[in-house]
């Protein structure tokens, strides 16, 4: 009888070791998933913040628009005057 309990604890201790290594392994994938998904989450706050800070704060109005056209040399001085006048509700046909 001594023998056969001595058989059935060596069993019961392979066991508990190969629940032990499951074990092991399953913090393991749990502590990496985690890393990874605080990396992930972090990577994605910081694009969206410097994707927010690309973008202006303010519309630009007809006028600005108009006068950025004008300084950057695409559109002419008469193009410039007429729009200016049509934008501020006169008659862009007067001199």
């Given at each position: ?14 066991g ?8 092991m ?67 862009p046909?007067?001199?």
């Amino acid at each position: 009888m001594g023998t056969m309990m001595n058989w059935q604890d060596d069993q019961m201790s392979g066991g508990d070791w190969w629940w032990m290594g499951f074990m092991m392994l399953f913090w393991a994938a749990v502590l990496v998933l985690f890393v990874w998904a605080v990396i992930r989450i972090s990577r994605a706050i910081e694009s969206h913040q410097e994707s927010g800070a690309r973008m202006p704060t303010y519309r630009e109005t007809p006028r600005e628009t108009l006068d950025r056209r004008y300084a950057a040399g695409e559109i002419d001085a008469a193009t410039y005057d007429k729009a200016r006048a049509r934008l501020e509700g006169g008659n862009p046909d007067l001199p």
